[in-house]
């Protein structure tokens, strides 16, 4: 499925604002299938070490306290050029250079709260999505 998965989190702070529903509906509008999803929450441990590429930057520790405080949304979206698109549909890290119309234009708080993660590669969007979910759980 290389080229058609990429995988998304819908973070702390969108789903704190109630953002879930707005988010899925932009993801679906944008013609994205979801092929596994839960809410669920991130450990401290879970946070570190989903992140670890990052650990030497010196935004990791306010990463993995963020993304473990309060509940997410996972899921693995199908489409073709999913991790390109999934990119554009998100927007800019930073909401104040997104375009208008992106997810995190509409609904990220800063950069540091900036509602969704999306995968950058497909090799990631492979490792992420197994990360959250058993074979079983992605349809």
Do not use: C, W
């Not at 993995?64 to 979206?77: C, E, Q, R």
């Amino acid at each position: 499925m290389s080229g058609k998965i990429t995988f998304t989190m819908i973070k702390p702070d969108a789903v704190a604002d109630g953002h879930i529903g707005a988010i899925l509906g932009k993801i679906a509008e944008a013609g994205f299938a979801i092929r596994a999803m839960k809410l669920t929450q991130l450990t401290k441990a879970d946070a570190q070490k989903f992140y670890e590429v990052h650990a030497e930057r010196p935004f990791y520790g306010e990463l993995v306290d963020f993304m473990s405080s309060g509940p997410i949304v996972a899921a693995i979206l199908e489409k073709e050029n999913a991790v390109e698109d999934f990119r554009k549909l998100i927007g800019a890290t930073n909401p104040a250079e997104a375009e208008e119309g992106t997810i995190r234009k509409m609904f990220a708080r800063s950069i540091g709260e900036n509602a969704v993660h999306g995968s950058d590669s497909d090799e990631n969007a492979k490792i992420e999505g197994d990360f959250h979910f058993a074979g079983r759980e992605v349809f």
